[in-house]
Nanobody, 124 residues
Framework: VQLQASGGGLVQAGGSLRLSCAAS????????MGWFRQAPGKEHEFVAA????????NHADSVKDRFTISRDNVKNTMSLQMSSLKPEDTAVYYC??????????????????WGQGTQVTVSS
């Protein structure tokens, strides 16, 4: 499956952005999905994950109550609604897919398909 992330941009601290990840395959619902991010000079960091049906999610503590992951299996898309953004949220955000339909782990090894990333920059 090919993944295309979009929606990044420049926003002031406290603002909101909505990232989207479009999948190429009609069998999008066969995959659990996740968002990761990487800031300059830092390790890849888990952000959020969602199972194939969208009824189970996992959010990193650093984004809990500010970010919400969701998916639309009809449109083959996944989204990340980000609010109350902070400068430390600045990173390239990647979407990823796991063949394990119920996978919502933060372990990147469980995700086999990755999008190209979209830049999010939060100014103070």
């Amino acid at each position: 499956v090919q993944l295309q992330a979009s929606g990044g941009g420049l926003v002031q601290a406290g603002g909101s952005l909505r990232l989207s990840c479009a999948a190429s395959r009609r069998t999008f619902s066969d995959y659990a999905m996740g968002w990761f991010r990487q800031a300059p000079g830092k390790e890849h960091e888990f952000v959020a994950a969602i199972n194939w049906r969208g009824d189970s999610t996992n959010h990193a503590d650093s984004v809990k109550d500010r970010f919400t992951i969701s998916r639309d299996n009809v449109k083959n898309t996944m989204s990340l609604q980000m609010s109350s953004l902070k400068p430390e949220d600045t990173a390239v955000y990647y979407c990823a897919a796991s063949r394990a339909k119920y996978y919502t782990s933060s372990d990147p090894l469980g995700y086999v398909y990755w999008g190209q990333g979209t830049q999010v920059t939060v100014s103070s």
